[in-house]
């Protein structure tokens, strides 16, 4: 990528050189003004609009190149991190990396793991990759093979994503959900008449004006803190296998977790002790689509009701398949309609709003919001990751276990700020 950005940097400086080139033949006249032949202009014209387009390439390929350097650093540090004081530079590193860098973990790998091994990592990182790549080196039917250097991955986007930073120390949190609002607000002037209403007449008895009073109907919400959890059994031989070790910790482990989060955050039932997913919040709108709209008209018309209902949508969730029928929908001219810029990697937009395709998404729907202002997640502990083999008959099987777990809650105190919509098949 900076070889192009530096192929397209000097191209641009070649086309402002010609355009430069060619106002030093404009005639400049005694009274100031130019005297341009029509050739001349027209090719001025042609090289600035070349130098627009080029200098509009470079602005997207450094838009890209910032979202790629988003990918690979990490995010703030989490709660998990603040509670069981870690310092902020091991944020830095993955979660499987901070696993086979831990006290527990180096004192066992000295021993050989003869003790019954009990490992705790407890920080997540926002990229689940190690951020440096480098050649790995194992045994493979007794002999070494240098596996070489492979380009690390990008960081997977998760429905958390769309929403900003907020953690929690609470076991419960307590909210109101907006269920209803009367907007009365108008213009006041400073007097009216006796009756409130008239204009004043100057006399003893006008009155001040008054503004109107608004209503806003509102409900107390209890947002239980949640546990997300899962299990995994592994030989032992792994604890000794390090490259290994991080990639199931890191992808297994951390995107098991992930996964379901994605699911609960839609789909979860509350029954007191589980999250409310969007899907079953009460108040929140629906959308089905026109057969006589394209998908991305879909969408831009359920943006349209959450507009309505003032509020601002930030992101879209939908299915993988459905985000590839929007992304190769052409217009009349054959055209892609929302890759804008697919030659230097388009950005995974559509009308404004950040996407995050996601397999808990039923290909049937998306959903749209305002997360953040409509919605909130609350981190109580991040992702945790403890190995251990005192588990059942493990220490038979020459088998350890790993459990990965996250605690949150998710507030949706207005739920009109989110639109679900149904897709539905556009008329050829």
Partial sequence: MPSRLKELQDHLQQKANEAERISQTFTVEENGGFVVSTDKAKAFRKVSAECMEIKALIDAEQGIAAIQDYLREPEGQPAAAVHHGQRPTMEEKSLGDLFVESDSFQRGAKNQFRDKPHVRADIEGKSIFSLSAGTVTHQT????????????????????????????????????????????????KERYAA?????????????????????????????????????????????????RLKTFINTRMVEGVKYSEDWDLLHSVGDGQSLTGIYNTPGVQQYTGLASDKYSVQIRRAI????????????????????????VEEDDNGAFRVAVAVAIGAEEKVWRLNVVQTTAMADDDFLIGAFGLGAQLHDRESVSVTVSSENADNYE????????????????????????????????
Wanted: charged fraction near 25%.
């Fill in 141 to 188: 039917l007794g002999s070494a093979q240098n596996l070489g250097i492979a380009e690390r991955a990008y960081r997977k986007w998760h429905i958390r994503d769309l929403f900003p930073k907020s953690s929690t120390k609470q076991a419960v949190l307590y909210g109101a959900r907006e269920t209803g609002w009367t907007n009365n607000a108008r213009q006041v």
């Fill in 195 to 243: 009756d409130g209403t008239s204009p004043a007449t100057g006399a003893d008895t006008d009155t001040w004006g008054r503004a109107p009073r608004s209503r806003l109907s509102l409900t107390p919400v209890m947002y239980p803190v949640a546990e997300v959890a899962h299990l995994l059994d592994s030989h032992k031989n792994i604890l000794s296998d390090e490259p």
């Fill in 304 to 327: 349209t009701k959450a507009l309505l209902a003032e509020y601002n949508p930030t992101g879209i969730v939908l299915s993988p398949t459905m985000w590839e029928h929007v992304e």
């Fill in 397 to 428: 099987k020459g088998i350890i276990t790993f459990r990965a777990d996250e605690r949150l809650a998710l507030e949706v105190p207005r739920p009109e700020s989110f639109v679900i919509g149904t897709w539905t098949d556009p008329t050829p």
